[in-house]
């Protein structure tokens, strides 16, 4: 049943994320955007409310009470130069949907046409999240403090993904996505000229020795058996050839799966950077930011989305991913209640769609969209029927 209405408001879903494509916007700026989400919901009479300044959350009562489920989709875009060169480009300069968020909105506003229309078959209630700033890790949050998930039992969020072929999803139990926090070392010497390195304390050869030194946590400290990544993106120091510089500055992140593994990073690097810069007669000091949390899908619900998949596609449809060393801050719903993020396939290289997330060529098959548009709906279904 679901499967058809999804079919249905293919041309629909895909007419929206084409709207939303062309009129990209940044973080917590989605106010066009906001806007949109506001008018299909009062077109079709579902009501909702405002809050972490662009989000929305709309609430399908169904006929009968019952359970609590969350549906959840982002809807921010990235300061990128759009090249796809689709007639539906960007409008905005610099700013481009290159992560699917343009099709995530856009599906579950598909899906609320569709538990619209069987409402009066629903067992429980289905509340639908469009959240801002995803992309800095700060929509989430914001929206779970200003609504709290309470009487919630589960949540369900999609991320349309490039590296899988279109008509498979992935909803697999355990994490999913790592977590993704920040650090900024500032490594403090002494200056001097070039050609008399003994009256300086050199913060180049410091940070460079830092860097090196850092490459061992994840090789010598951590397990083998636990994926790690601790990556310096960025090192900022000096003015000339000739002059000794008298700070560095080092950004970079940390990744896990592991709760215990991320929660050990700020220690292990402040030990390294003490050590380091003791060695070398540096001062350095260490501002590191927890952003996200990995991702772990709930193993129970990670069986009623597998199930659901097979509802819409058949056992063909369920594939198996690798987990992904990237961050989403879905992980703030699921750290609250039980949940799944199911991946769902976008790529098809006879469309042009099989560039990676965040490139400026990013697109997506549409066909996709009217796959996840139906698995919204059908998990919130599955899941209200299903006792846990």
Known sequence: MIKNFAKKYKDYVIELRRDFHQHPEPSFQEFRTCKRIQEELLKMDIPFKIVAKTGVIATICGNKSGKTIVLRADMDALQVQECTGVDYSSLNKGVMHACAHDGHTSMLLGAARIL??????????????????????????????????ENVDGCFGIHLWSDLPIGTVSVEEGPRMASADIFKITINGKG????LPHQTVDSVVVGSALVMNLQAIVSREISPLEAAVVTVGAFSSGTRFNVIANQAILDGTTRAFNPEVRNNFKHILERVLKGTCETYRAKGTLDYVYGTAPCINDSTCSKIATKSVETLLGKQGVIKMEKITGGEDFCYFLEKVPGVLAFVGARNPKKNADYPHHHEKFNIDEDSLEIGTALYAQYAIDFLNTSI
Not at 192 to 195: K, L, V
């Open 116 to 149: 619209k229309d069987i409402q009066q078959k629903i067992d429980g209630t289905v509340k639908l999240y469009f959240q801002p700033a995803e992309e800095i890790a700060q929509g989430a949050l914001k929206m779970i403090e200003e609504e709290p998930l």
């Open 192 to 195: 001097g000229h070039g050609s």
